[in-house]
């Protein structure tokens, strides 16, 4: 019992002077770069250093929206970057993550609204229906991100987008696919 003990105290004195050697040889100048490299790619996304906070965003009104754009039950508004960006190219929407967070797929949605325009064939929101076609839309954000992984990946040979589909009832997208319905997964 002596000797393991002796030996694990050994082992962990190596890490440490194994950690050690890696800090002192570390370029600490690159390191904190990168970091604030990091850090400001989301401030140039969201504009003047706007994020999707929680608190942020319920500090913000629907005052810069469009109108017609339409924000789900409990959100209060979006920074003027997820209007401002190209349709389909919301800032950070490749960094959602399925079933994340409402608050992450909102810029998304307002994009979508936003940059969609005459293509939209779907029924106008209303209070009523804003929330299913959130649902819906998010959806689609998770199997375009999901599609666009295994492009990256090298897996598939297509990249996806959203386009006016993302809002559309099975039923509804019906008459775009000449009757063919697509087996589930």
Avoid at 25 to 39: H, T, V, Y
Avoid at 103 to 127: I, L, M, R
Avoid at 177 to 185: Q, R
């Amino acid at each position: 019992a002596v000797v393991s003990t002796q030996s694990g105290h050994y082992g962990r004195e190596a890490a440490r002077e194994q950690v050690e050697g890696r800090v002192d040889n570390m370029d600490r100048e690159a390191a904190r770069e990168k970091a604030e490299g990091k850090k400001n790619k989301y401030k140039e996304m969201f504009g003047d250093g706007k994020s999707l906070s929680k608190k942020k965003l319920l500090k913000m009104t629907t005052d810069h929206l469009p109108t017609g754009i339409h924000l789900p039950t409990g959100m209060k508004g979006v920074p003027e970057a997820c209007i401002d960006a190209e349709f389909g190219e919301s800032p950070a929407m490749e960094k959602i993550r399925r079933g994340g967070k409402d608050k992450f797929y909102v810029c998304a949605f307002v994009n979508f609204q936003h940059g969609v325009g005459e293509d939209k064939v779907s029924p106008p929101y209303t209070e009523e229906t804003v929330d299913m076609r959130f649902a819906l839309f998010k959806q689609c954000v998770d199997e375009v991100n999901k599609q666009n992984k295994r492009f990256r990946a090298g897996e598939d040979t297509h990249q996806a987008g959203i386009n006016f589909f993302c809002d559309l009832t099975d039923e509804e997208r019906r008459p775009y696919s000449n009757g063919l319905v697509m087996p589930d997964e």
